[in-house]
């Protein structure tokens, strides 16, 4: 596809997959996201993501956001990125995400959200 498509099946740097539904006419999309990676000692489940992109009738390189509610922590992600391809049209998903954990006091509040990045390559 000389244009980027996000459903399918991608993983990303530290060893998590995800999976996104097929994108409907509004841009929506879901799936489900299985990190390889926690901040708790709590088992890890798959948990869903809900996200939309922009339309890429004017433009091949589009950009998106999801949220993943995590099923198995009392917290969230939200993603960002933008979708790029080669001259090869190899795609690759650049994002930055926020994770926000429950803390238990507005004290806390301070300590409550993380930052950082992940690029997402497809799995065959
Ligand atoms: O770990 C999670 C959910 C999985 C997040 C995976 C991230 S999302 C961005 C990045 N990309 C990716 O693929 N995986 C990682 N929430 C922990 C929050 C938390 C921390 C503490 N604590 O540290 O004490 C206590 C209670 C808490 O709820």
């Not at 998106?64 to 509610?69: A, H, K, L």
């Not at 930055?96 to 301070?110: A, F, T």
Request: glycine share 8%; aromatic share 10%; net charge positive.
């Amino acid at each position: 596809a000389r244009k980027c498509v996000l459903s399918g099946l991608w993983k990303n740097e530290l060893g998590s997959n995800m999976t996104i539904s097929a994108v409907n006419t509004d841009g929506g999309f879901t799936g489900l996201y299985h990190t390889a990676v926690t901040a708790t000692d709590k088992h890890i489940r798959v948990s869903p993501l809900k996200g939309s992109q922009k339309p890429t009738n004017q433009r091949k390189q589009l950009t998106f956001g999801f949220t993943v509610s995590w099923t198995f922590s009392n917290s969230m992600t939200v993603f960002v990125g933008q979708c790029f391809m080669d001259d090869k049209g190899k795609e690759t998903l650049k994002t930055m995400w926020l994770l926000r954990e429950e803390v238990s006091s507005p004290g806390d509040d301070w300590k409550a959200t993380r930052v950082g990045t992940n690029i997402f390559t497809r799995i065959k």
